[in-house]
C-alpha cells in the first residue's frame, strides 16, 4: 500500500513538474493583421501606390507565424517571426516567399512587394494604423486595411 501512494505522489510531482515548465507564448501584436502596401522608399526615392495598386498588393500576418501575401496578380505565402516592440519598433524575420507566377500588368509591385523576405526591423505607429517594414536596401510602407 505504502508503495502504490508513493507511485501516485511521484506521478503527480512529475505531472505538475511538466506543467510548470509549459509556457504559452503571447499573442504578437501583428498576427491577425492585415496591412496594404501604399510606399516603397528606394535609395533615397519614393513610389507612391495609388489606391487601386495597394488594394493589390497586401501582407497578412496569420496565427503560427504564418505571412500571406497578395502580388498584385500572384499570390505568396511565407513565415514570420518578430520580436514584442519597444515603443512600436521591433526585429523581424521573413523567411522566403513563395508565389504564383503570373505576368501582372505594369505597374506593379509585386516583385518588390516579395523581397520583403530581406526585412530586418518593423516600426508601428501609436494608433496601429501605420506599418513600417525595413530592410538594408527597402523600406515599405503600409496602411492597416479596414
Same mark, same amino acid.
Not at 36 to 50: C, E, F, K
Given at each position: 500500500?505504502?508503495?502504490? $501512494? *508513493?507511485?501516485?505522489?511521484?506521478?503527480?510531482?512529475?505531472?505538475?513538474?511538466?506543467?510548470? @515548465?509549459?509556457?504559452?507564448?503571447?499573442?504578437?501584436? *501583428?498576427?491577425?493583421?492585415?496591412?496594404?502596401?501604399?510606399?516603397?522608399?528606394?535609395?533615397?526615392?519614393?513610389?507612391?501606390?495609388?489606391?487601386?495598386?495597394?488594394? $493589390?498588393?497586401?501582407?497578412?500576418?496569420?496565427?503560427?507565424?504564418?505571412?500571406?501575401?497578395?502580388? =498584385? @496578380?500572384? +499570390?505568396?505565402?511565407?513565415?514570420?517571426?518578430?520580436?514584442?516592440?519597444?515603443?512600436?519598433?521591433?526585429?523581424?524575420?521573413?523567411?522566403?516567399?513563395?508565389?504564383?507566377?503570373?505576368?501582372?500588368?505594369?505597374?506593379?509591385?509585386? =516583385?518588390?512587394?516579395?523581397?520583403?523576405?530581406?526585412?530586418? $526591423?518593423?516600426?508601428?505607429?501609436? =494608433?496601429? +494604423?501605420?506599418?513600417?517594414?525595413?530592410?538594408?536596401?527597402? +523600406?515599405?510602407?503600409?496602411?492597416?486595411?479596414?
Amino acid at each position: 500500500m505504502m508503495m502504490k $501512494r *508513493l507511485t501516485v505522489l511521484a506521478a503527480t510531482a512529475a505531472t505538475l513538474a511538466l506543467g510548470a @515548465c509549459v509556457t504559452v507564448p503571447d499573442t504578437h501584436p *501583428l498576427t491577425g493583421t492585415e496591412w496594404q502596401l501604399v510606399a516603397i522608399d528606394t535609395s533615397g526615392s519614393t513610389t507612391t501606390l495609388t489606391p487601386a495598386l495597394q488594394q $493589390r498588393h497586401t501582407i497578412a500576418f496569420q496565427d503560427g507565424g504564418e505571412l500571406q501575401l497578395q502580388l =498584385d @496578380c500572384n +499570390r505568396g505565402r511565407s513565415t514570420w517571426t518578430a520580436g514584442q516592440p519597444a515603443n512600436g519598433a521591433g526585429s523581424i524575420s521573413i523567411g522566403p516567399v513563395g508565389s504564383t507566377k503570373m505576368l501582372c500588368p505594369e505597374p506593379s509591385f509585386g =516583385d518588390e512587394l516579395a523581397r520583403v523576405s530581406e526585412a530586418q $526591423r518593423y516600426t508601428t505607429t501609436l =494608433d496601429g +494604423r501605420q506599418l513600417v517594414i525595413e530592410s538594408e536596401a527597402l +523600406r515599405y510602407t503600409f496602411a492597416a486595411t479596414e
